[in-house]
């Protein structure tokens, strides 16, 4: 029989988030439970092409029930609001060498993929959602880069863009101090910057909510391209 895979549910009042506790970024919402799980199932195959050669271990389900629910976590209001934000236990422990090098394969792979999905819609009019909703590529781009700078200080790391810096050029300085903070934490080591609430998040978190935003948008951009 195929193990199953382990799965964590964040349960807010109005929405549920269903994410897989080994592969950060496969993480999708529904109104309950069984529409979170149903979600998370049918964004598989897209979440394994997402990140290629990252993703060879990963073989997406075909059915619901190769899901196992190993925890449920009470959400908040940014739960609702549509973002994931409470820590599985499982991120809480240790990293080892291995483990460190697949969690940052799989951010760079989120990465990668947004980028690609971004520069392959320049030019390209979004569609907009039933009220006219949603945000114009150059803003969706700026969203995420806000994003990752917001990142950044839970996860230890520090940034300063040199002046007249433009957004490609900001986006790879914060990528490189994340993962840089990301891998003297998993050897060890203090941060290259404690924030002032000297609250930490635990790097697979870290790793956890910026590959699912790059994800969760990539995704958004590819549905409402032409």
């Not at 792979?109 to 569609?127: E, H, M, N, Q, V």
Request: charged share 25%; hydrophobic share 40%; aromatic share 8%.
């Amino acid at each position: 029989m195929a193990s199953l895979i382990p799965i964590y549910l964040e349960i807010g009042q109005r929405r549920v988030f269903a994410g897989a506790m080994l592969w950060a970024g496969w993480c999708r919402s529904g109104r309950d439970e069984d529409l979170a799980l149903q979600a998370l199932l049918d964004y598989g195959n897209r979440y394994k092409a997402a990140l290629g050669r990252a993703g060879r271990a990963f073989q997406p389900p075909t059915d619901v029930s190769a899901l196992e629910v190993v925890e449920r976590l009470q959400g908040n209001a940014t739960t609702d609001f549509g973002a994931p934000d409470k820590t599985p236990s499982a991120d809480e422990s240790p990293l080892d060498e291995g483990e460190a090098k697949r969690q940052a394969s799989i951010l760079r792979a989120s990465w990668s993929a947004f980028d690609r999905t971004a520069k392959a819609s320049i030019g390209a009019t979004l569609r907009k959602g039933p009220r006219g909703g949603g945000r114009e590529l150059h803003a969706i781009v700026d969203h995420v880069l806000g994003a990752e700078r917001a990142y950044l200080s839970p996860a230890g790391g520090v940034y300063r863009a040199p002046p007249g810096a433009d957004g490609a050029t900001e986006m790879a300085g914060v990528r490189r101090a994340l993962l840089k903070a990301l891998s003297a934490r998993a050897r060890g080591k203090p941060p290259p910057r404690t924030p002032r609430s000297g609250k930490l998040w635990a790097p697979r978190y870290v790793v956890r909510r910026s590959a699912w935003h790059a994800l969760d948008h990539a995704w958004e951009i590819e549905d409402r391209a032409p």
